[in-house]
């Protein structure tokens, strides 16, 4: 079966730490474009950060810059999304996706819960 599972959400305290992980099956995550993107009720799905297949390009979205980082460990088929300095607008489901120029492949993960809050 090729999926993306991801885990490490949960409730925790605004100023607080967290990493995502997104491990995958059935597909090799260095051969493509990851990302994290998550979404509120009521709100578009956010681009959050993508690394590219290299490893070598990350993005960020303006709102988590210099707090969010993300990363790819090839040998674990896994993508990492390091959350510091939680806020409650980070609250939200975070998604793990997967993207291929080349096949057009895009694929979801089922998502993992994140409240911040005091």
């Known amino acids: 079966q090729v999926q993306l599972v991801e885990s490490g959400g949960g409730l925790l305290q605004p100023g607080g730490s967290l990493r995502l992980s997104c491990t995958a099956s059935?597909?090799?995550?260095?051969?493509?474009?990851m990302s994290w993107y998550r979404q509120t009720p009521g709100k578009e799905r956010e681009l959050v950060a993508s690394?590219?297949?290299?490893?070598?390009?990350?993005n960020y979205a303006d709102s988590v810059k210099g707090r969010f980082t993300i990363s790819r460990d090839n040998a674990k088929n896994t993508v990492y999304l390091q959350m510091n300095s939680l806020k409650p607008e980070d609250t939200a489901v975070y998604y793990c996706?997967?993207?291929?120029?080349?096949?057009?492949?895009?694929?979801w993960g089922q998502g993992t819960q994140v409240t911040v809050s005091s």
């Open positions: 059935g597909l090799t995550v260095s051969r493509y474009h």
């Open positions: 996706n997967a993207h291929s120029s080349v096949s057009g492949l895009g694929l």
């Open positions: 690394i590219t297949s290299t490893g070598g390009s990350t």
